[in-house]
């Protein structure tokens, strides 16, 4: 039984909607009760059933003390014995059923032993009244007393018959009405009640709910509403603190996105006043013809353009970090032998290392190695990588490339040498805008964005980029995730 509650109890607080059913029958059952218990005491009611309740303890005195004169064999001669047992049996009952008295009759009807405080009766009418025969003497035999009756078949004694006086209370219609309209006021006062009590836990869950949606939609957005039960009010809860932590991550990446773009006018701004006042100072002087001769005119065009060149890199980078940091950044991913890729893009670059005293090398895997990547942003990462390795490394070094294939992801590494970078720093490498020396900087072209590129391209891809500084030699890591498809099988 106490596991059948449980699971009772269980069912019933997943679903709200049985909870209310049962709440309904609970105090349908409860108005009921009261006003059952409210007629009880209408005296018709009332008197109604205390008639049943004596006419059925009559009877089974009237049983019992016929038994006892059957089983006792005792005639009409021992009427000593028999007054006896009546008053024995009289002496042992409750209530009214001490006032009961019996007589015994004989089949003509004539009183054989009398209790000499009953009044006779008509044993063929009393008769006829118990066999259902005529059934219109109830009111009359019953007006004043009850009645039992119990044939003495073994003793040839005739009948035993009991009597209790019982008068049935005048009642006026009124009194009836007023009682029957009292059960029907309590019953309903007690469905409103208990249906009150019942629901006061969902009521209060429901204004519980219903205050918390009120402080988050004041923003107040680290408020969680308590999921309580598995019904659908606890969902209900559960769905609110959902959309609110979604809407504290949307809120927070509004306010990173917001301050990360006014860290970039503030750094922008400063990168492009330099270029835009020496472009604007070269072209007044060229405005106001304040050159000496053709030569420094073609000189100061000459510095104008290359540093317009420089503006319009920066520009272009910036768009494109501000592109690629947008949340809805998509990726064209396609499946790529990345070592081959590697060889062609390194074989491209060759020359132009050479050019500056540099050797670039290359160590790569003889297999292919597939993986699926957006092949154009990483061909940017690539780029970016060499292009900071070619301006910063000692001259007449050498730049190496290295790619290694473990299980889950591929590693590519680019080692050079170049100044000591503290450990402190390494970290920001690859944030916007920064720049390890800043004197050197100013002599190297560059938005210092390039890193931060690569950086957000990596991410996108679901990989990490780190780097590592031992002494003169730089070495930065790009480990890249294969899906199932690029894993052998």
């Known amino acids: 039984m106490n596991r059948l509650a449980r699971v009772i109890k269980k069912w019933l607080s997943r679903r709200l909607n049985i909870r209310l059913i049962a709440i309904f029958i609970i105090c349908l059952l409860a108005a009921t009760g009261i006003f059952v218990l ?16 004596f006419q059925d303890n009559l009877n089974v005195m009237a049983h019992e003390l016929g038994k006892i004169i059957e089983e006792k064999n005792y005639t009409i001669h021992d009427q000593d014995e028999i007054r006896d047992e009546i008053q024995k049996a009289v002496a042992n009952a409750k209530g009214l059923n001490r006032q009961a008295v019996f007589q015994i009759y004989d089949e003509e009807g004539s009183a054989l032993l009398d209790g000499g405080k009953s009044t006779n009766v ?39 018959v009991g009597q209790i ?20 006021i309590g019953s309903i006062g007690g469905f409103i009640l208990v249906f009150l009590l019942l629901m006061r836990p969902i009521i209060r869950y429901i204004h519980e709910i219903e205050s918390g ?39 927070e990446k509004e306010r990173a996105l917001e301050q990360m773009k006014n860290e970039l006018i503030t750094n922008i701004s400063h990168d492009l006043r330099t ?18 001769n053709e030569e420094e005119m073609k000189a100061y065009l000459s510095v104008t353009y290359n540093t317009s060149i420089k503006l319009n890199n920066l520009m272009n980078e910036l768009f494109e970090y501000t592109k690629l940091s947008s949340h809805d950044t998509i990726l064209e991913k396609e499946k790529v032998d990345l070592s081959g890729v590697l060889r062609q893009f390194i074989g491209e670059y060759v020359p132009i290392f050479e050019q500056r005293g540099l050797r670039l090398s290359l160590v790569v895997p ?14 940017r990462v690539f780029d970016n990588l060499l292009s900071n ?35 402190k720093e390494l970290s920001r490498l690859f944030d916007k805008f920064y720049r390890r020396d800043q004197a050197r900087s100013s002599r190297i072209q560059g938005s210092g964005l390039g ?39």
Request: net charge negative.
């Open 38 to 53: 409210i007629q009880l005491q209408n005296p018709i009611i009332y008197s109604s059933a205390r008639y049943v309740q």
């Open 122 to 160: 008509d044993l063929q009418e009393v008769l006829s009244y118990k066999l259902g025969i005529d059934a219109h003497k109830g009111n009359e035999l019953n007006s004043e007393r009850i009645l039992a009756v119990y044939p003495l078949l073994r003793n040839d004694l005739g009948f035993l």
């Open 165 to 184: 006086p019982f008068t049935q209370p005048d009642i006026t219609p009124g009194d009836y009405n007023r009682t029957t309209l009292l059960s029907f």
């Open 213 to 251: 949606v009120r402080k988050i939609a004041h923003r107040d957005w680290d408020y969680f509403i308590r999921v309580k039960g598995r019904d659908e009010l606890s969902s209900l809860a559960s769905n609110i603190n959902w959309m609110t932590k979604e809407l504290r991550d949307s809120f």
């Open 275 to 292: 270029p835009l006042t020496s472009i604007i100072g070269y072209l007044g002087l060229l405005q106001d013809g304040r050159y000496k």
């Open 366 to 379: 003889e297999h292919a190695t597939e993986i699926e990547v957006d092949i154009e942003k990483m061909v």
């Open 389 to 423: 390795a070619q301006k910063y490394s000692h001259p007449r070094s050498e730049v190496k490339v290295t790619l290694v294939q473990a299980q889950h992801e591929i590693v590519i590494a680019v080692v050079n040498r170049t100044d000591n970078i503290p450990e």
């Open 451 to 489: 890193l931060a590129i690569t950086k957000r391209i990596v991410d996108l891809h679901g990989g990490r980029i780190w780097a590592e500084s031992k002494g003169d030699t730089l070495q930065v890591f790009i480990a890249l995730p294969k899906s199932e498809s690029d894993e052998p099988r």
